[in-house]
Structures are given as structure tokens and as C-alpha cells.
């Protein structure tokens, strides 16, 4: 698996983007590798859409950012990186976790403007886009879980679980 398939993915209204690079800059202090359009994921000259669609196809974990902005855009290019998400599930297998979402605001789940697959599975609250601990040691253990970052690590330690020192192996970013 290269370093581009260990991605997170951040799905987000183009008004959320403060909030979706406080969400980013929190997993990329774990050491979890995050594709971030606004830094690096796309540059100058980049077929933007084949590229997106890419990433989407490659990641290992999909957040999408809901929120009041979301729900107010009837149309956008993130609603086709859910969709085109929401697709990817039906080729993994149940049980694996690709589709996390997560709400930045008070956007009732009930009432969101999302693909029926963003329903069956729980969604997390980060108001703000600040990611308490606990959250960010699930998603870590997530991603971790899905890249065998753990497992190379707790090899590269002689550990055969993760101690307290452990420190994740930090990926380069996307597009850098």
C-alpha cells in the first residue's frame, strides 16, 4: 500500500474549509496521513476532478464534514465526493469502517442532506472542528488499523502491542 493509500479523506462545503484544516492539522499531529485539497492535495495544473476521484477511490477513511453549510447548498462538488463514497462502500466488505461522519455544528443527523449509507453507520460531533482525545485516539486506532501502521511499529519496537512511547509513523503529505 503507498503513502497515497493511507489517506484520510476531508469532504467539506468550500465555507467549512477553516474548520476541515483545524480537523486535518489534528490528525496530521497523530501522525495520520490526511489528503487536504487546500494543502497540497491539489496544485496548480492538477486535473483536479481525476485526482479527487483518486483519492477517493484510494483512501482508507472518508470523513465527511456536515454542517448548517452543507445543508444549505442544494448543489456542490462535495455532494459528488459523498456520493461517489457512499458508492465505494458497496465494494467493502460490512463491518470495515470507511465512512465516518462528522457534524461541526448543531445539524441534526434526521435531518441532514446526506447519502442513505452516512445513516447506517454512528457519527461523531467536533464542534468547531476540535477534536477532543478520545476521538482522536478512535480515529487513529481506525486509520492506524487499516494502514498496519501499528503493526509496524510494534515491530520496529519489538513490541507485540502499542506501549505508551509509541509515537506513529509519519507519512509525507499528498501532492508534496
Not at 6 to 34: H, M, N, P
Not at 61 to 76: D, H, V, W
Not at 119 to 135: A, C, D, I, Y
Request: proline fraction near 4%; hydrophobic fraction near 40%.
Amino acid at each position: 500500500m503507498s503513502d497515497l493509500n493511507k489517506a484520510v479523506f476531508l469532504s467539506y462545503a468550500s465555507q467549512d474549509a477553516e474548520v476541515a484544516k483545524r480537523i486535518a492539522e489534528s490528525l496530521r499531529a497523530a501522525g495520520v496521513e490526511v489528503w487536504f485539497d487546500a494543502e497540497g492535495g491539489l496544485e496548480h495544473g492538477d486535473e483536479w476532478d481525476v485526482k479527487i476521484r483518486r483519492q477517493i477511490k484510494e483512501c482508507v477513511l472518508f470523513l465527511p464534514i456536515i454542517s448548517a453549510n452543507t445543508q444549505a447548498r442544494k448543489e456542490g462538488y462535495f455532494r459528488i465526493e459523498w456520493d461517489l463514497a457512499a458508492e465505494r462502500t458497496r465494494g467493502i466488505a460490512s463491518g470495515v469502517a470507511f465512512i465516518l461522519p462528522v457534524v461541526i455544528d448543531g445539524t441534526r443527523e434526521p435531518d441532514a442532506l446526506v447519502p442513505d449509507r452516512f445513516r447506517s453507520v454512528q457519527w461523531t460531533k467536533l464542534s468547531g472542528g476540535h477534536v477532543p482525545p478520545e476521538v482522536l485516539q478512535r480515529l487513529l486506532k481506525l486509520w492506524s488499523h487499516r494502514t498496519g501502521a501499528l503493526k509496524h511499529a510494534s515491530r520496529e519496537h519489538g513490541a507485540g502491542k502499542c506501549g505508551r512511547g509509541f509515537k506513529p509513523r509519519r507519512f509525507g503529505r499528498v501532492g508534496a
